[in-house]
């Protein structure tokens, strides 16, 4: 599905990528760990194609296509979709206007509503986007967005923060939902997601876990026993680990 | 008109004024217009109007075939009023001449909102006058279907001079779209438009006016309205295609307790075209509230955005809202918010903002799939949404597709 190869990216002039590597099957899910300022973020705004992050070296493969020049449209298009940690407000473009832009042609107000529903955001729905919204707010349109949106690859910055425990599970079951957890085979879904507590991990399953210092990827291991290791020893802990 | 026995006194004044010079805007040369048109032939039915007169009217929002969603319609092309009727009790639609026969104390009301030395226009209105409307609501009268009024320039360089007088009575409720538009061949003209608005005790109006005039025409409305107790005032403004110049800066005087107006405006400079507009609330009775919202767009010409409330009572409130978007490398915005207050415990705000579209909602729209362009056609169709308060669905739903139909021509 997703393959980033020996990837270098700048911003600002600065490099923050140092030659990422990682690739995610169809059907998995992945957990990007690291400390503030690691370039996780950089990582999937890079993958999604946004222009600020330059990718000076390397590529990325989606879907075994070389993807590395087409614009973040065409990218969204392919079939990549992200949910964002702190997306702009537009003025008056409401929520319901995203979500219909989202669908790029196959409107269905009626499913639309009952997503909409499901997402606790009924009332959200006819509000500016993102204006005013609270931190689970803004998790939750941006789920719904991207359920509109049905990528095949879907990238999650830090789906869970500033939720509280009632919504977490919430959040947890739409993120299932928009991987197709409740196929047992053939799922053709794959995520990539960052997560700073790991807490959504005890919702979604999934498989690998990498660990990005200062813009490379230290260790790749399994997922829950990254986060374990990180628990216990903290990021230094990485750090030694590689020594 | 000979009948119309005029104040001297205001003749007078008038005279005085021809040649004044506005304190806004550019000044005209008011020699190089003429003010004598051929006259149009009165219809009964609106629906016989001339068929390409009849297009233009119908992109301002006016209903002529089925005018069953219309409770009084007023047409006047050029100098003629070619038709004027109602059809709901309580509300009266007349040409202003006609009413200043039919009743004497229409006097009382003749320039009691605005000045008729104001400026050479409003000079000009006096001394030239053609006609315009003349719209009332009768006391405790709902009226429910709006009522419908177009001023149209059909003859080349004509100087179009109408003075409209709009009175709510005590009480009442009236909805008004008008349209102001041009032929499309009608290569230069002016309009000077007079609208005086009174408003009584516990009367509702809500006034919509769309104009769509053409590249070479210029524009001076000279409007004011009075708010008794509870009154409450609505008015829309929207101008999206090229126009030569436009200078206005309506005044509505909050002279009753709690009275409430509320001024929006969506304006749109093309290349060539130059615009000066602003609203002006003057909160003079305890308890009133204004609002004043207005979105600007420049595409490459001119836009001064203006507005003023000023509070001289206690317990006032207003808000003054000023959003523009520059969506050309040429093109200049200037935001001119004024707030005065003169009283202790008034509480008086102001918002403006003036610049380009942010590129992060750009990229945000085009990662859901949008291209650049779909992405900012929607930013800006966002931007000219303005969600009025106490407007009815229908008229809110007549002001979208205005808009709508104009933003389309934007990209």
């Known amino acids: 599905m997703l393959s980033v190869e020996g990837l270098h990216v700048e911003t600002h002039g600065k490099e923050i990528l140092h030659g990422v590597n990682l690739s995610v099957e169809a059907g998995e899910t992945h957990a990007l760990f690291g400390p503030n300022g690691s370039g996780k973020t950089t990582l999937l705004m890079a993958i999604m194609g946004f222009p600020r992050y330059k990718i000076t070296a390397g590529r990325i493969l989606f879907k075994g296509q070389d993807i590395t020049q087409a614009s973040l449209d065409e990218r969204a298009r392919l079939g990549i979709g992200m949910s964002f940690q702190r997306p702009p407000v537009v003025r008056g473009v409401k929520t319901r206007d995203m979500v219909r832009a989202c669908m790029g042609g196959r409107e269905d107000d009626e499913a639309v509503a009952s997503l909409a529903a499901r997402l606790n955001m009924g009332d959200l729905m006819d509000r500016e986007i993102n204006y005013g919204f609270s931190g689970g707010e803004i998790k939750r ?47 053709t879904r794959s995520g990539l997601i960052i997560t700073h507590t790991g807490h959504i991990l005890d919702y979604v399953n999934a498989t690998r876990g990498y660990v990005l210092l200062n813009g490379s990827v230290v260790c790749q291991r399994d997922a829950h026993e990254c986060l374990d290791t990180i628990k216990k020893n903290g990021y230094e802990g990485c750090v030694k680990c590689l020594k | ?81 070619v038709h004027s009727s109602t059809s709901q009790e309580g509300v009266e639609v007349l040409a202003v001449t006609q009413a200043l026969e039919k009743y004497d104390w229409l006097q009382d ?11 050479k226009f409003t000079a000009q209105a006096e001394i030239d006058l053609q006609n315009g409307y003349f719209i009332r609501a009768l006391p405790g009268a709902k009226v429910v279907y709006p009522v419908q009024a177009c001023l149209y320039i059909a003859h080349k360089n004509l100087a179009q001079k109408v003075h409209n007088i709009i009175i709510a009575e005590e009480g009442s409720e009236l909805h008004i779209i008008t349209g102001c538009a041009a032929h499309p061949m009608s290569a230069s003209g002016l309009h000077i438009g007079v609208s005086e608005f009174y408003i009584k005790r516990g009367a509702k109006v809500t006034f919509t006016m769309i104009h769509n005039w053409a590249p070479e025409i210029e524009v001076r409305p000279r409007s004011g309205a009075i708010l008794e107790e509870g009154a409450v005032f609505l008015s829309n403004y929207v101008s999206m295609k090229p126009i030569r110049s436009l200078q206005m800066y309506p005044v509505a005087r909050c002279i009753g307790e709690g009275a409430i107006v509320r001024f929006n405006s969506i304006l749109v400079a093309p290349p060539g075209s130059h615009l000066d507009v602003g609203s002006r609330v003057l909160l003079n009775a305890k308890g009133s509230r204004a609002e004043i919202v207005s979105r600007t767009i420049t595409t490459g010409g001119t836009i001064v955005a203006r507005g003023h409330i000023a509070g001289s009572a206690p317990e006032v409130k207003g808000h003054l809202e000023c959003r523009g978007l520059i969506l050309s490398e040429r093109g200049t915005i200037h935001a001119i918010p004024e707030l005065k207050g003169e009283v202790a415990g008034i509480d008086l705000s102001h918002e403006a903002a003036v610049g380009k579209i942010a590129e992060e909602e750009v990229e945000y729209l085009m990662s859901r799939g949008l291209g650049r362009d779909e992405a900012t056609a929607m930013i800006v169709r966002g931007f000219l949404r303005v969600d009025i308060e106490g407007l009815p669905p229908e008229l809110a739903e007549e002001l979208k597709s205005a808009v709508e139909v104009s933003e389309k021509e934007l990209f």
């Open chain 2, 109 to 119: 009301y003749w320039w009691h909102a605005v000045s008729v030395d104001q400026d």
């Open chain 2, 1 to 81: 008109m000979s009948k119309i026995v005029r104040s001297n006194k205001r003749r007078e004044l008038a005279e005085k004024a021809l040649d004044k010079k506005p304190s806004l805007g550019e000044d005209i040369d008011l020699s190089r217009y003429s003010s004598t048109a051929e006259e149009h032939a009165y219809q009964e039915k609106p629906s016989e109007l001339p068929a390409q007169d009849k297009a233009q009217l119908m992109k301002v929002g006016l209903m002529l075939d089925d005018a069953s969603q219309r409770s009084g319609t007023f047409v006047q092309i050029d100098r003629s009023v």
């Open chain 1, 141 to 187: 349109s941006e789920l719904l967005q991207l359920l509109a949106q049905g990528p095949d690859l879907v990238l999650l910055d830090e789906p869970e923060s500033g939720v509280d425990l009632v919504n977490i599970a919430l959040i947890g079951q739409m993120i299932n939902e928009l991987l197709q957890k409740e196929l047992k085979r053939n799922r």
